[in-house]
């Protein structure tokens, strides 16, 4: 019998995947319903935004670690 | 364009059940609206072909019609035509499928079409006993529906834009303000209005999208208010159809419909001199609602405005290849919405500058923005001389937008079902088929038979179908 499943999909690359399964497993498992291939992954539709947010907090933490680089300039004026 | 701006109204209406489709089908001016702004041309042929048929046409016949490599195309139409319930199928006694058009589309679309019948839904034109003032020009209509709609836009943008509440003048009623709040286009932080992700979406569209987009939200308003969908919805299918500059009666309105008058009028869609008047004008973004011609209150309307209207400023922003913009602009809504994707730096009477940053653009992201809305923006109103050129947007500029988005967001949503477990192999390539087919088919891995889609309702139905057809044989 076919079956349907309600969810998103998310489509990323596998490096900012990694990141998404990691947040899920630090997270009880709270987000992910199945990790479909390398590049998609079905997430619990209510949490999506929230795993969004996670993923955008966790990217901030990385950026910081590397150098910043130099804004653009607002020299002119 | 009309079909980006009518999208949605096709969308909500296909989500509408049978019985409010039967009694909406019943007005032939909401049966021609339906028909002439909302089918795709291949579905306005079927109908057209069918529209006098006496009797049903056997399924095989109807696809004879089509090549055979033609059936995405196909069934793309018919199923749109399901959705709206406007053909039916029904399997005869020798088992075949034969199609016909829903009896009351049927009727009403001729009626529309021949002008018989007296069913007064187009409208009907104010006497002169009820008007009992001159008539007004369309000038003055087109600058009370800008006047009012630009209000509407520039009360979401203001928050953003950093304008102190009360600063400017805004025009826009209460009711109008709950409405933008139910959309979820503004949410008000600390009594002022901050525009929301769909809010951002809302202000980049053309006008004619805008209206549909707001009036789906007060369909959806009306609804929990307890007004009848079916009367809103053919009121502003009626609307669609009136003629701009004509003043109509009120007498045969419902009071529903009246009480719409009160709503409609705050947004500018139409006019009328006072609350307890007896006729009601359309407006521009009325009369265009179902209609393909621009309802920019500012393309062709401006033509003869001195103020600062949209029209005027087509074509007014200048960027350059180190990221520089300028703008010749002095309206505010303009301003307002370049500072949500760039740094402004300067104000002249006739012109402000500025400069796209990643910061910028990043914030932009951020509060749902894309970088292709932001591009097309720009390139919609680039200035004549940067439109010589083609693209008119310098590459680098249009390559960095792009690439600071993918910075700030990296990954692609999409909400819907997944489908797997299929019995064998020809089941599984079927319903792929049959998902592609259709347009709904975003993603899919033969090796574990199973692909995910956008929308499950016709999926579903397919598979009944077939399980009917198996199970008769």
Request: proline fraction near 3%; aromatic fraction near 8%.
């Amino acid at each position: 019998m076919v079956k349907a499943i309600r969810g998103t999909l998310v489509k990323c690359d596998a490096s900012i995947k990694a990141m998404l399964v990691d947040i899920d497993s630090k997270n009880n498992n709270e987000y992910i319903i199945e990790e479909l291939d390398e590049e998609h992954i079905l997430v619990k539709e209510t949490k999506i935004n929230q795993l969004k947010a996670r993923l955008n907090e966790a990217s901030c933490c990385m950026m910081k670690t590397h150098l910043k680089e130099p804004e653009s300039s607002d020299s002119d004026s | 364009m009309s079909a980006s701006s009518s999208i949605q109204a096709l969308e909500y209406l296909q989500g509408l059940p049978l019985q409010t489709h039967r009694k909406l089908y019943e007005a032939p001016s909401t049966v021609l609206a339906v028909f002439r702004c909302m089918l795709p041309h291949l579905a306005k042929s079927i109908v057209m072909a069918m529209l006098y048929m006496p009797s049903a046409l056997p399924a095989a016949d109807l696809e004879a019609w089509f090549k055979p490599s033609a059936r995405r195309e196909r069934e793309q139409a018919l199923s749109i035509l399901d959705r709206l319930h406007i053909l039916t199928s029904k399997r005869e006694d020798d088992r075949s499928l034969s199609y016909s058009l829903s009896q009351g589309f049927q009727r009403s679309l001729r009626q529309a079409i021949e002008g018989s019948g007296t069913h007064r839904t187009f409208g009907v034109p104010a006497t002169k006993a009820e008007r009992r003032e001159e008539k007004l020009g369309i000038d003055f209509l087109d600058q009370h529906a800008r006047t009012q709609w630009e209000g509407i836009l520039f009360f979401m943008v203001s928050g953003a834009a950093g304008f102190a509440p009360g600063s400017v003048k805004m025009d826009v009623g209460p009711g109008t303000k709950q409405l933008l709040h139910k959309g979820d286009l503004v949410r008000t932080v600390h009594e002022t209005p901050k525009i929301t992700k769909e809010g951002f979406t809302f202000v980049l569209q053309e006008t004619n999208a805008q209206v549909w987009n707001l009036l789906i939200v007060y369909l959806r308003m009306g609804h929990e208010l307890g007004m009848s969908e079916t009367e809103v919805l053919s009121f502003l299918f009626m609307l669609g159809s009136l003629e701009l500059g004509q003043d109509y009666s009120t007498s045969t309105l419902s009071d529903t419909q009246l009480q719409m008058l009160d709503d409609l009028s705050a947004m500018g869609i139409v006019y009328r001199s006072s609350k307890d008047s007896r006729t009601f004008y359309p407006t521009r973004l009325a009369t265009t609602l179902t209609s393909d011609s621009g309802a920019l209150p500012g393309t062709d309307i401006s033509t003869n405005e001195k103020t600062d209207s949209k029209a005027q400023n087509k074509g007014f922003i200048i960027v350059e290849t180190n990221y520089r913009l300028y703008a010749y602009t002095n309206s505010l809504i303009q301003i307002a919405i370049l500072s949500l994707f760039t740094k402004l730096q300067h104000r002249f009477p006739n012109l402000v500058s500025g400069k796209l940053t990643k910061e910028s653009v990043h914030r932009a992201v951020q509060s749902g923005i894309t970088s292709a809305q932001i591009i097309s923006y720009l390139t919609t109103y680039a200035h004549p001389q940067m439109q010589k050129s083609n693209p008119p947007l310098p590459p680098t500029v249009m390559d960095q937008i792009r690439l600071w988005e993918y910075e700030g967001e990296r990954v692609e949503v999409t909400t819907g079902y997944l489908m797997r477990e299929f019995g064998s192999e020809v089941e599984y390539r079927d319903v792929q088929g049959y998902a592609e087919a259709l347009g709904v088919l975003v993603w899919k891995n033969d090796a574990e038979r199973c692909f995910f889609v956008s929308h499950v309702e016709q999926i579903s139905a397919y598979l009944k179908k077939k399980k009917e057809g198996r199970g008769g044989r």
